[in-house]
Nanobody, 123 residues
Framework: QVQLVESGGGLVQAGGSLRLSCAAS????????MGWYRQGPGKQRELVAA????????YADSVKGRFTISRDNAKKNGVTLQMNSLNPEDTAVYYC????????????????WGQGTQVTVSS
């Protein structure tokens, strides 16, 4: 089974920075893309940033210029999200997502989610 383990959330003051990390484990053959979504209080889950296996990157307009997504070279099938200039509107539970994961044991591709990590930005 594939698991996504996240780390790095917490409480920070406005203007501060946090770094989120996610590592996918299991009998993984390939992952089409990894990314981060977030869900704020009373809001729908939304895409924050994603990076494909080819290196194509997509950001939500609200985080462009402040957040940077990259592959975690220290961990195979890992991704990090560097978040700078945080503001209270960034407060949310952040979820790691792996899209179209192919494993050695299954012929189909599936998506997986992490358990979520809380990011709280105080004003």
């Amino acid at each position: 089974q594939v698991q996504l383990v996240e780390s790095g959330g917490g409480l920070v003051q406005a203007g501060g920075s946090l770094r989120l990390s996610c590592a996918a484990s299991g009998s993984i053959y390939s992952i089409n893309a990894m990314g981060w979504y977030r869900q704020g209080p009373g809001k729908q889950r939304e895409l924050v940033a994603a990076i494909t296996s080819d290196g194509f990157i997509n950001y939500a307009d609200s985080v462009k210029g402040r957040f940077t997504i990259s592959r975690d070279n220290a961990k195979k099938n890992g991704v990090t999200l560097q978040m700078n200039s945080l503001n209270p509107e960034d407060t949310a539970v952040y979820y790691c997502h792996a899209r179209r994961v192919r494993t050695y044991s299954r012929a189909t591709e599936n998506d997986y989610w992490g358990q979520g990590t809380q990011v709280t930005v105080s004003s």
